[in-house]
Nanobody, 113 residues
Framework: QVRLVESGGGLVQAGGSLRLSCAASGFIFGNYGVNWYRQTPGKQREWVVYIGSAGSTRYADSVKGRFTISRDNAKNTVYLQMNSLKPEDTAVYYC???????WGKGTVVTVSS
């Protein structure tokens, strides 16, 4: 069955960095684009970044220049390198397979000021 497992979240000070991973299984990973979303309590889930099956990328304006998405199809994994983190980046981060209702359970990122 389809499985998406996010990892790499944690507590970091403002200005710091984290690298999130999304490990996929149960489908042909290389055929699909992948999104990262984030959500804070009381707010709607917010789209953050996308990487296509061939590696094209799109970023939300709020993270452009600070976050970098990449993928390793041999490892069925997508990475999100997050630099220059701000307190407003605090959220649960989820990966999602483009066009599918497949979501991971999320990983928590907390950025302290």
């Amino acid at each position: 069955q389809v499985r998406l497992v996010e990892s790499g979240g944690g507590l970091v000070q403002a200005g710091g960095s984290l690298r999130l991973s999304c490990a996929a299984s149960g489908f042909i990973f290389g055929n699909y684009g992948v999104n990262w979303y984030r959500q804070t309590p009381g707010k709607q889930r917010e789209w953050v970044v996308y990487i296509g099956s061939a590696g094209s990328t799109r970023y939300a304006d709020s993270v452009k220049g600070r976050f970098t998405i990449s993928r390793d199809n041999a490892k069925n994994t997508v990475y999100l390198q997050m630099n220059s983190l701000k307190p407003e980046d605090t959220a649960v981060y989820y990966c999602n397979i483009q066009g599918q209702g497949w979501w991971g359970k999320g990983t928590v990122v907390t950025v302290s000021s």
